[in-house]
């Protein structure tokens, strides 16, 4: 066969990684999220495998389904794909169904592990280092962030998009198979647990509810009783309940908030919660 | 304190490269630029006021520091907090006379950031769906093999997104800004119902965003307890991000230790056992 032994360039592969480090978000609608980011860093891989026009648009229109995954994680399926397709160019044994069929399968765990893993993880630990910097008004601790999180992100997402192109349809093993199912669970308990650490330390739900005695002495103030049963109780609960809502009565997230508009105003009105704000 | 033309309008194109569907990416974009801390820094250097652009950026983060975008859901918009959010509370805090690191300098701040984040979001689903009719003509490219048209689609055409979306509404917001924040201060005086529903939902909105998260890895109660281990561990003993993350990497080691035993051992198991496990293992996929 004339098309063995293709190769994609290095060269290439890096222009790729970067129209997805770059575009995986730009044309963003809530129809197609990132397929129009995807479409792009496919394109340089297309046209370097297939000379025929013909072949090229079939590559292409592989890519036209809906993607959205965490998008710095992500870049592990893009690269994976690369690999997919430099097979597909050579011996035809992959075809679209395939590369779908893994696309789908990998958006949600990689989504997953990535929300949890970067934006509940990484993200809140930096910024939560890079605050401590900058209390008072210095501009070290934003310096310290922009550098830290751009040099993590843009190593790692060129780590994972190289280390998915180098192993291919084998990632998806690694991924979904035992050993990722493992490592899946490992990371869901540091995600867990982090994310339980930031909705301690930052999230914080209050209520000014108190009762008073005749002299105006207050005799219960309600917010003390709940954090000596356990600290930070009220935050918690509100976690809880916003959780069960979504994940058991499937309720949308938009639907949820507007839930808690509600919840505010009667909250505000009964004199349950106060943010005790003034200009 | 006055926001010039100029101002604004730098102003404006920084508002249109952060935001999730920002044009300087999502990692540079919406994760860097985004943040209200780095926003801070950007706004400070752009009025010539860097301790109190820092200052109202660290407020208002600590307000946006669990904001989670999965899925495109978002609860506030990091471009309008940033860019129209973190001028407007520096103007107030100006016009206030009140000093750049008070805690009252930083509550007014929280309460603007949160107020123009969360109407904000009008300016999120604004972008994404003008970014339809910019998809459209990728589609139409697509069919006829056009693919370059592509690079325009994906980088070039959501500009005009951003410029009606972004632009333009940051640098109004921010060059009438100092009228408009009297205005906002009569019309809605902080201690009415309307100000105190709002800055209660802004304090709400994260337990939103870490819902979301945990609708990912929780399914069942059980799941819970990695969460609640790591609340406390916050909460009651104090620990920090940092810390909390480092006692999780032992739980994550025994579950990753343990899970590979059990492997292990099934695949010791006799030959025609294999297969039924690896059924099983299959049906999370």
Not at chain 1, 84 to 89: D, Q, V
Not at chain 2, 38 to 45: A, I, K, P, S, T
């Amino acid at each position: 066969m004339e098309n063995t032994g293709k190769k994609i360039s290095r060269k290439t592969l890096n222009k790729s990684f970067h129209h997805w480090f770059y575009g995986h978000l730009t044309a963003f609608s809530q129809e197609h999220m990132q397929t129009f980011g995807y479409l792009t860093s496919m394109l340089p891989i297309v046209e370097e495998l297939y000379d025929n026009k013909e072949d090229q648009e079939k590559a292409m229109k592989t890519y036209t389904a809906f993607f959205n995954t965490e998008p710095q994680l992500g870049s592990i399926i893009v690269g994976i794909t690369a690999s997919l397709e430099e097979a597909r160019a050579n011996d035809g044994h992959v075809d679209d169904a395939t590369i779908n069929g893994l696309r789908a399968g990998l958006m949600g765990p990689i989504a997953g592990i990535g929300d949890s893993l970067v934006v509940g993880t990484l993200i809140p630990v930096i910024l939560g280092i890079a605050l401590g910097m900058s209390d008072g008004g210095s501009p070290l601790g934003a310096i310290f962030y922009i550098i830290v999180w751009n040099l993590l992100g843009y190593f790692g997402m060129r780590f994972a998009y190289f280390k998915g192109y180098e192993l291919g349809d084998k990632a998806v093993g690694i991924l979904v198979g035992a050993q990722g199912k493992a490592i899946r669970k490992a990371i869901a308990t540091v995600g867990g647990m982090v994310v339980g650490g930031v909705a301690a330390t930052w999230v914080t739900v209050k209520t000014s509810f108190t009762l008073r005695n005749g002299s105006g002495k207050a005799y219960l103030v309600l917010q003390d009783k709940l954090d000596s049963v356990y600290p930070g109780l009220l935050t918690a609960a509100f976690i809880v309940l916003c959780w069960w809502l979504m994940a058991k009565k499937n309720i949308s997230p938009i639907k949820v908030m507007l839930i808690l508009v509600v919840v505010a105003l009667i909250g505000v009105l009964t004199g349950f919660f106060n943010p005790g704000l003034k200009y | 304190m006055t926001i010039s033309w100029l101002q604004a309008s730098i102003l404006g194109i920084f508002a249109s490269l952060s935001s999730m569907p920002g044009m300087a990416g999502s990692t540079i974009g919406n994760y860097t630029l985004g943040r209200p801390l780095v926003g801070g820094l950007v706004c400070g250097l752009i009025l010539g006021d860097l301790k109190m652009g820092i200052a109202a950026g660290v407020a208002m983060q600590l307000v946006y520091i669990a904001l989670v975008t999965p899925g495109g859901t978002v609860s506030a918009d990091v471009r309008a907090v940033s860019y129209i959010g973190i001028p407007l509370a520096m103007v107030a805090i100006h016009s206030q006379g009140l000093a750049a690191t008070s805690a009252n300098a930083a509550d007014l701040a929280k309460s603007m950031g949160t107020l123009v984040g969360t109407v904000g979001t009008v300016l999120f689903y604004g972008t994404a769906t003008m970014n339809l009719v910019w998809q459209h003509m990728g589609w139409r490219a697509v069919e006829r093999g056009e693919f370059r048209k592509l690079y325009a689609v994906d980088w070039g055409y959501p500009w005009i997104s951003h410029l009606i979306f972004s632009f333009i509404p940051t640098v109004l917001m921010t060059h009438f800004g100092s009228s408009a924040v009297q205005a906002l201060k009569t019309a809605l005086p902080m201690d009415g119902i309307p100000m105190k529903t709002l800055f209660t939902v802004g304090a709400l909105l994260p337990c939103v965003g870490i819902a979301i998260l945990l609708k990912q890895i929780v399914d069942g109660p059980v799941d819970f307890i990695p969460f609640f281990v790591g609340f406390t561990f916050a909460a009651s003993l104090k620990l920090n991000l940092v810390s909390v993350t480092v006692v999780s990497l032992i739980f994550a080691m025994i579950s990753y230790k343990l899970d590979m035993a059990i492997n292990t051992n099934r695949q010791a198991a006799p030959a025609n056992t294999g297969g039924t496990v690896d059924d099983e293992e299959d049906e999370d996929i």
